[in-house]
């Protein structure tokens, strides 16, 4: 990946911009978020991190008045008052409590995205880059701990204060006691299949934010000045490779593909020939370094104990059946379907959208992503392109892959930085 690019401001203010003598948004509460993520982990509070951050961020927003709507504002915020509109599907008090857990991350990920286009005085794209390096980081020590310790569970501080009753939630349980590894031993294998999974409950979106955020680390190194953090951070990429290959996860390297082939693209589309000859050896290195070290062999191995993908298809089948009973307002909440054993809407984000919030849902937050990506395509630059090829790497792997609250942050921040850098019209200038 070639060097990244400054980003620096068109001398003419956005006719949007902040008024003369307006408070300037403090840039902490956004920023704890992002770095505060292994502490919230440790200790069980990642349950209520976006409620207390997007709250805080809503209300510093509120005193300061003034707001900026850049592209994709308005078409989350119809998406977030159609999920709305979809609790008239409700039918219980534990439904309920889903639902709204839900609800609260969705309008909390949409503060942050408005929060960063607010706050420009304070908050940039490297200060953005440090705190998904942070989280990929946590991603990859526990990864590899996972391999060591698969068995082992953390009992969390809010775990001994949480309720019975919410401790009955699965979710919940897993959050407050999470495991490093999902271990699965299905019949007639010998060795158990270890599939590492913290920070997350589980193994797929441990892949999701490493498809997400690895080719962000390679932005991340294009901009580092000192010879031995480029050295450490790329030792910890090659690292990295490890325990990415011990989920045999193909959706992760379907994801890692996609947004490989996308950089490519730009970067040839773009006339950075040199970019893209060294995205394409990137590819082509890591192909090999995932067949040396075993990982289709042994994704082949487990699809011979685990046909997921014929699973898979079942599940879909019933689930657009079902959505078709109620194709507008959806169900609200992933439900059981007992004749095959699992909930509808929970086996890829695009199903978990058009089952709790009907076709119309589905389409809002697609629109979102298009909406993104049209108005952007113009910026130039390695980060740009990146931050892009972050949300169509989302808009092809949501199929098959859910998004947790964490990943749906890391997609709206990324959203943002391509909102605001069009809206202000911001120059990039290569920086070699």
């Known amino acids: 990946m070639s060097a990244d690019t400054t980003v620096r401001p068109h001398p003419a203010p956005a006719p949007w911009a902040i008024t003369p003598g307006a408070q300037v ?15 919230y982990w440790v200790t069980g509070f990642s349950i209520v991190v976006p409620i207390v951050f997007g709250s805080l961020m809503a209300a510093f927003l509120v005193l300061r008045g003034g707001l900026r709507a850049t592209p994709g504002v308005l078409v989350w915020g119809a998406f977030l008052g159609w999920v709305l509109v979809c609790a008239v599907s409700l039918t219980g008090v534990m439904q309920a409590i889903g639902f709204f857990q839900r609800t609260i991350d969705l309008f909390a990920v949409g503060i942050a995205f408005l929060y960063y286009v607010n706050a420009r005085e304070r908050v940039n794209v490297d200060r953005i880059l440090g705190g998904f390096a942070v989280i990929w980081f946590t991603v990859i020590v526990l990864g590899t701990l996972a391999t060591i310790f698969p068995d082992v569970r953390i009992a969390t501080p809010l775990a001994q204060v949480l309720p019975g009753s919410l401790m009955n939630n699965e979710l919940v349980r897993e959050l407050v006691y999470p495991r490093l590894a999902e271990v699965q031993q299905p019949w007639g294998v010998e060795e158990p299949f270890v599939r590492p999974a913290a920070p997350f409950p589980y193994t797929n979106s441990w892949g999701m934010a490493y498809a997400l955020l690895t080719p962000v680390m390679a932005l991340v190194w294009s901009r580092l000045r000192s010879r031995w953090a480029r050295v450490g951070l790329g030792a910890a990429m090659l690292a ?16 890692l593909g996609v947004f490989v082939v996308f950089m490519c693209f730009r970067f040839f589309a773009g006339g950075m020939i040199r970019a893209g000859l060294l995205t394409l050896g990137a590819l082509v290195a890591g192909v090999a370094a995932l067949a040396g070290l075993g990982v289709f062999a042994a994704i082949a191995g487990r699809q011979e104990y685990s046909d997921t993908t014929t699973g898979r298809s079942t599940i879909y089948q019933a689930t657009i059946e079902k959505v078709l009973e109620s194709p507008l307002v959806g169900w609200a909440t992933p439900a059981m379907d007992t004749s095959i054993g699992i909930s509808l809407g ?7 959208l058009m089952f709790c919030y009907g076709f119309v849902g589905l389409v809002l937050f697609l629109l979102f992503l298009v909406r993104i990506i049209t ?9 740009m392109f990146v931050m892009q090829g972050l949300v169509v790497t989302v808009g092809v792997t949501i199929w098959f892959y859910g998004l947790a609250v964490t990943q749906c942050l890391i997609l709206l921040l990324a959203a943002a930085i391509l909102s605001r850098a069009s809206a202000d019209k911001e120059e990039v200038f290569v920086r070699e």
């Open 25 to 39: 948004l403090p840039a902490w509460p956004l920023l704890a978020w992002l770095y505060g993520f292994p502490l």
């Open 240 to 255: 990295s490779l490890y325990p990415a290959a011990q989920t045999s996860n193909r959706g992760m390297f379907i994801a």
């Open 346 to 352: 929970t086996q890829g984000y695009a199903w978990t």
């Open 375 to 383: 108005v952007s395509w113009r910026l130039r630059g390695g980060a």
